[in-house]
């Protein structure tokens, strides 16, 4: 008989019963020490809902929404306070920090926070110090996990363990900060905290009333959710785009921003039909502060059902009715330019004005009739010539104006739309009004299929951005200069790419 099957005899049952025990301990063992260490690409759990990216504590302090004075904390304060570590000692400073929303559990807060450190030792040490209410503090309900450098504090003990396994992500583009969403379940959770920070003040904006929810079956999901009267546009939000992706650098003033819409809607079939080489719009005026170009009726039908499925409401959604209100409609074929310019004697307000194939606008409009060439428009008719959001401005009375140029149909609104009409004729004759050459900041992809460029000045930017603008605002890369872009159906996904030309 061979050794090694006497000695295997002489094996007492024990061994045989502890021996995967020991295998398995053997295995975590060693995968502690071997396994793949996070990367940017995999550190969030794999259950993140929302992921914010930020490259390094100045950066957060820079660019986190909120107020900004004398006597507020610093972002990196607050950051510090929330997690158990108030000067948030062992942390890189310049490494890349990671806000994560996951999904509900028993509490509110279903939030985690990821660091790269460069004192392990330390950040533990200061996370378990126990004289908080000595120092005049609170300390949070918070879990602790380190893993190969990082930390991860959260109140889900489960989250944080879960660190490093593969939740959604931007790309590492080298950028200031970015943003990744799954946008169906980041709708779902804030529906279900509606009355809750930060959710009422964005359901709010779209027109939700927040205190009127009630829980009733979902029939997509087939589970429990809160539907609110006016969550129309939500709905179409959440039943259009599967993720979102954003990019921001601050200091080189640009954005870039990728939406996945869901496969097979009507969106979609817009984006793919379009050409690659669409003809070119008509041109703006010299007098333009901010303009529009769509290079083909299909581009101008596709920018329709994008904005309808990013919650725009062009008209009041009634049972039946287009909420597009005709604008989705592919015909007609040539492409078109709208701009805005300052209104005569209202410089808050703007007379808008509208070449090329002009969609039928009946629905929004008093369209001049038969072969009239002009309307009134009633005070308030037009809310879009209100050129200044800072304030509540009124909507200003005024009239809408038809011409023709060429081949090109115009049509301009407002308090000084007769003077808008002509002016474009007088330059698009004379041969100056025309389409500026910009140079994007990316190089644009072959095989890019073009949906809109864009253009708003930066006195006008001001006045609609507002706060939005500013230092700890959620568009604060674009101050500075006149914001460019262009919109593009590019491998599935919606590309919007802004930028600053100063």
């Known amino acids: 008989m061979p050794l090694e099957s006497s000695l295997m005899r002489r094996l007492p049952p024990a061994v045989w019963i502890l021996a995967p025990l020991a295998l398995g301990l053997l295995y975590a063992a060693g995968y502690a020490l071997l ?6 690409g995999d550190l969030p759990p794999d259950d993140a809902i929302l992921v914010h990216r930020i490259r390094g504590l100045d950066m957060l302090d820079l660019t986190s929404p909120g107020p900004r004075g004398p006597g507020l904390k610093a972002p990196r304060e607050i950051v510090g306070q929330e997690r158990n570590n108030i000067g948030l000692v062992g942390v890189d400073h310049e490494a890349p920090l990671h806000l994560v929303l996951l999904p509900r559990s028993l509490g509110l807060d279903a939030s985690m926070a990821i660091f790269r450190l460069d004192d392990a030792d330390a950040f533990e040490r200061e996370f378990m110090r126990t004289d908080f209410l000595e120092r005049g503090l609170i300390r949070r309900a918070q879990h602790l996990t380190i893993q190969h450098g990082y930390a991860a504090v959260g109140p889900n ?5 879960r660190l490093g396994t593969g939740g959604i992500t931007a790309a590492d583009l080298g950028e200031d900060w970015s943003m990744a969403a799954d946008l169906p379940r980041l709708i779902d959770q804030a529906l279900q905290l509606a009355k809750q920070y930060p959710w009422r003040g964005i359901l709010s904006e779209l027109g939700i009333d927040v205190d009127a929810g009630r829980m009733r079956l979902d029939p997509r999901t087939k589970a429990m959710r809160a539907f609110l009267p006016g969550d129309e ?3 179409r939000i959440q039943q259009s785009w599967k993720t ?14 990728d939406l996945e819409p869901t496969a097979g ?17 008509p041109p703006p005026p010299p007098t333009a ?3 529009l170009a769509v290079p ?13 499925a990013s919650g725009l409401r062009f008209v009041e959604e009634q049972e039946g009715a287009d909420p597009l209100g005709g604008l989705g409609a592919a015909a007609p ?6 701009w805005g310019e300052r209104g005569l004697g209202t410089g808050y307000a703007m007379t808008v004005g509208l070449a090329g194939g002009i969609p039928d606008l009946s629905a929004f409009l008093p369209v001049p009739a038969g072969d009239a060439t002009s309307a009134i428009l009633p005070a308030g008719a037009a809310p879009i010539t209100v050129g200044d959001t800072t304030i509540q401005r009124k909507v200003p009375a005024g009239t809408v104006e038809r011409r023709k140029v060429r081949r090109a149909e115009v049509l301009t609104f407002g308090p000084s739309a007769k003077e808008a009409a002509e002016g474009y004729v007088s330059a698009a004759v004379a041969g100056t009004a025309k389409l500026p050459e910009v140079t994007p900041p990316w190089p644009v992809p072959a095989g890019a299929r073009p949906v809109a460029r864009f253009f708003l000045g930066q006195r006008r930017a001001s006045m609609v951005l507002g706060r939005a603008l500013q230092p700890g605002g959620f568009l604060a890369m674009l101050s500075g200069g006149d914001i460019h872009g262009r919109v593009d159906w590019i491998d599935g996904v919606v590309r919007l790419t802004a930028w600053v030309e100063r």
Do not use: F, M
Not at 35 to 40: D, E, I, V
Not at 157 to 161: L, W
Not at 244 to 257: C, D, E, G, I, S
Not at 266 to 281: G, H, K, N, R
């Open 35 to 40: 396994a793949p260490r996070p990367t940017l």
């Open 157 to 161: 003990r489960d989250a944080t363990r």
């Open 233 to 235: 546009r939500v709905q």
């Open 244 to 257: 979102v992706r954003l990019w921001a650098w601050h200091n080189q003033k640009k954005l870039r921003v």
């Open 265 to 281: 809607t009507a969106l979609v079939e817009a984006l793919t039909a379009l050409s690659t080489t669409p003809s070119a719009a």
């Open 289 to 291: 502060q901010a303009w």
């Open 296 to 308: 083909s009726g299909a581009s101008r039908a596709a920018l329709a059902k994008l904005l309808g």
């Open 333 to 338: 074929t040539d492409g078109l330019v709208i």
